[in-house]
């Protein structure tokens, strides 16, 4: 596996400035050589010019951010980071890979969670190169192979978890997101670290339901939700009876048998529990006519 080698070539302001003077004094020679009719000053005068070309090719630019990978005829040579005019051997070449940080959204893909639903899932993805050698020589387009690796293991992940966990103590794509954004960034860290990317965030940007079972479950959920409000409601509507009935019993204030009590308990619950206001019903008699 190709790594990294850092170099940091010389700076390229006196190849310049050598440059620029070569390139005068080789026009010199050839005008001088011309009125002269000298024939070896304009040979020198060429050879001058044609020797400051080749100078010229060693020069390039790092930007900040940037890196600029060095090849000599297919052989790695090193890595400049160091931002500026620099210089190097004029046959080297001087591939650029940009080191800013980069995000994208991947494609809403369709994939069945671990119960087996359709949903549409999709994330975006922060990332940035970190190795120039690696993601030059290791993948063919590292540019394209992260897009391609993110959906890949964004696919992988939904398998794993259900879309939501329908109240049981499980891990949920709806439910618990930090922790599935967590999870598919180490994925996506396993899988691109050979492509030296190093992947700073990963995020479900959107979880839905497929289109074929949307309404079906959305039915479940409103469902699911009337049963909880339910459950929340006949809890608190007995604590309350229980309530009343112990500071009934507390203060002495009225003697029940039980089938008052149970007349009492019936009578609270239906009110309390009710979806609709009760009627109340003045008895005058008793209990018992």
Not at 11 to 31: D, E, K, M, N, R
Not at 53 to 65: I, S, T
Not at 166 to 172: A, C
Not at 237 to 255: C, F, P, Q, R, Y
Request: glycine share 8%.
């Amino acid at each position: 596996m190709v790594k990294d080698i850092m170099r940091t070539p010389g700076s390229g302001y006196p190849v310049l400035a050598l440059y620029i003077t070569t390139c005068l004094l080789g026009l010199a020679g050839l005008i001088v050589s011309a009125r002269a009719d000298v024939v070896w000053g304009a040979v020198l005068g060429l050879l001058a010019m044609t020797g400051s070309l080749v100078m010229l090719c060693g020069l390039f630019v790092v930007n900040p951010n940037e890196s600029r990978v060095l090849q000599l005829f297919g052989r790695y040579v090193g890595t400049v980071v160091e931002p500026g005019l620099r210089y190097a051997n004029p046959f080297f070449s001087k591939a650029k890979i940009s080191l800013r940080v980069r995000n994208f959204e991947t494609n809403k893909v369709k994939v069945n969670d671990s119960h087996g639903n359709p949903v549409e899932i999709a994330a975006v993805v922060v990332w940035q190169v970190v190795d120039s050698a690696e993601a030059l020589f290791e993948v063919d387009d590292y540019s394209n192979y992260v897009h391609v690796q993110s959906e890949s293991a964004l696919r992988n992940l939904a398998t794993g978890y259900p879309y939501d966990s329908h109240g049981e103590d499980v891990t949920s794509l709806s439910g618990d997101t930090a922790v599935v954004g967590q999870r598919l960034q180490e994925e996506l860290h396993e899988r691109l670290d050979k492509a030296g990317v190093r992947v700073i965030e990963a995020r479900i940007s959107h979880l839905a339901y497929a289109q074929e079972i949307a309404a079906a479950m959305l039915q479940r959920q409103q469902a699911a939700a009337v049963v909880a409000a339910r459950t929340q409601i006949v809890e608190g509507a007995v604590g309350m009876v229980d309530m009343a009935l112990a500071k009934l019993s507390e203060k002495g204030i009225v003697n029940l048998d039980e089938e008052r009590k149970a007349a009492m308990v019936s009578n609270l619950l239906v009110v309390l529990c009710s979806d609709r206001h009760t009627q109340p019903v003045v008895n005058t008699g008793t209990l018992y006519n």
